[in-house]
């Protein structure tokens, strides 16, 4: 049961919420537990649209943004997220389970994805403190300083739906994983 309880559904969101909501139900075919939760504060709810489509605009690509996703979900250990990102990165961006589970564990089977994945670990263990030689590793596998931003913003907003999700104990609405299943 989650410790804090959301909307059943769009009708009984808070009213600012519900155009936000039937939106993600447009997009996705289901409002998911996490949109609902995040409902119950319709500014809330509008800051993580808001960042979430901006990035979506951004330069790094859905494989990569999943990636970066699995990984801090894995790292904080929010089973909610890793099942939604497990999902996504199997349905929308195409990743297979040997690929998932090496982005579990802040790495990949493709070297430029890799190197995101390191940096964007680094940033999350370093709290952003990153040593020299991290940021010119992640520069030497091609990425540029507007897409080292946008992997800090990734992390950032996967750190938000992680604790989120662990606060409220967030029911899970995609086919589970437990963020406890991972042999390192």
Not at 62 to 87: D, F, I, K, M, P
Not at 95 to 118: H, K, M, V, Y
């Amino acid at each position: 049961m989650p410790r804090i309880p959301y909307p059943a559904d769009i009708a009984t969101a808070p009213e600012a919420s519900q155009p936000l909501l039937q939106a993600v139900e447009k997009q996705l075919g289901s409002v998911p537990n996490l949109f609902r939760l995040a409902g119950v504060s319709p500014a809330a709810l509008e800051g993580y649209l808001g960042l979430f489509g901006a990035l979506g605009k951004g330069r790094l690509p859905a494989a990569t943004r999943e990636r970066v996703a699995l990984a801090v979900a894995q790292a904080n250990g929010c089973s909610y997220c890793l099942s939604a990102h497990s999902y996504l990165g199997k349905t929308l961006a195409n990743l297979d389970e040997t690929e998932i589970a090496a982005n579990r564990l802040g790495r990949s089977n493709d070297a430029r994805a890799d190197a995101a994945l390191r940096f964007a670990v680094e940033v999350l263990n370093a709290r952003g403190r990153v040593a020299d030689d991290n940021l010119r590793a992640i520069r030497d596998a091609g990425y540029d300083d507007g897409q080292i931003i946008e992997i800090v913003q990734h992390v950032a907003l996967n750190i938000w739906t992680n604790y989120l999700n662990e606060l409220a104990g967030t029911e899970i609405d995609f086919p589970a994983v437990d963020a406890g299943d991972l042999a390192a």
